[in-house]
């Protein structure tokens, strides 16, 4: 069970919009910067985005980011099956000492 | 443009240590921008974060593997190593290596390594 709770999986129709939330505590999504990881199958996580709502150069402007409180949500507009992928947040928790990731979000698009 | 690449032997005994090694190229390991971080992920499972590292100073790691792991930094080859003892089943994972920056963004990922726990 992870310290950071997301949606086992969401699903979403090409061309919609679909957000994943990411649930935690004062003493890490509260105090803490969140990031968001893309995962492909059978590839390596990528940072999509950073700083609670910043985006790496490369990351297109359909992946957002937002924060209010203990809470995190990704937000994906005009999805593509491309986009098909699991997602992570992370964020580092002051009270375990310990960099935290959430258990992952199944993105199907259906 | 910074890269990492993970080497490490595949399979290892039960009760060994796991040891795996990540070369980073494109960028300096000494820079004062990053840290050097290890995390899991079991076969089907989410992501484990298992320790961080800086090129000078004490590493810090997941307390609930903090007595089996080790990691340390090379700036003379510009790696960094993971030692992981007393392997069992459960230690069976993809491994990767990654960079962190000071705030908290693992910016850059190696590929991974699968190692098995087996005999």
């Known amino acids: 069970q992870s310290v950071l709770t997301q949606p086992p999986s969401v699903s979403a129709a090409p061309g919609q919009k679909v957000t994943i939330s990411c649930s935690g505590s004062?003493?890490?999504?509260?105090?803490?910067?969140v990031c968001w990881y893309q995962q492909l199958p059978g590839t390596a996580p990528k940072l999509l985005i950073y700083e609670n709502n910043k985006r790496p150069s490369g990351i297109p402007d359909r992946f957002s980011g937002s924060k209010s409180g203990t809470s995190a949500t990704l937000g994906i507009t005009g999805l593509q099956t491309g986009d098909e992928a699991d997602y992570y947040c992370g964020s580092w928790d002051s009270s375990l000492s310990a960099r935290l990731f959430g258990g992952g979000t199944k993105l199907t698009v259906l | 443009q910074l890269q990492l690449q993970e080497s490490g032997p595949g399979l290892v005994e039960p009760s060994e240590t796991l040891s795996i090694t990540c070369t980073v190229s494109?960028?300096?390991?000494?820079?004062?921008?990053?840290?050097w971080v290890w995390i899991r992920q079991p076969p089907g499972m989410g992501l484990e974060w298992i320790g961080t590292?800086?090129?000078?100073?004490?590493?810090y790691y997941n307390p609930s593997l903090k007595s089996r792991v080790t990691i340390s930094v090379d700036t003379s080859k510009s790696q960094f190593s993971l030692n992981l003892s007393t392997v069992t089943a459960a230690d069976t994972a993809v491994y990767f290596c990654a960079s962190l920056t000071a705030s908290g963004t693992i910016d850059h990922w190696g590929q991974g390594t699968l190692v098995t726990v087996s005999s």
């Open positions: 004062s003493s890490n999504i509260g105090s803490n910067y």
């Open positions: 590292s800086y090129y000078s100073g004490d590493p």
């Open positions: 494109g960028g300096s390991i000494s820079i004062g921008t990053s840290y």
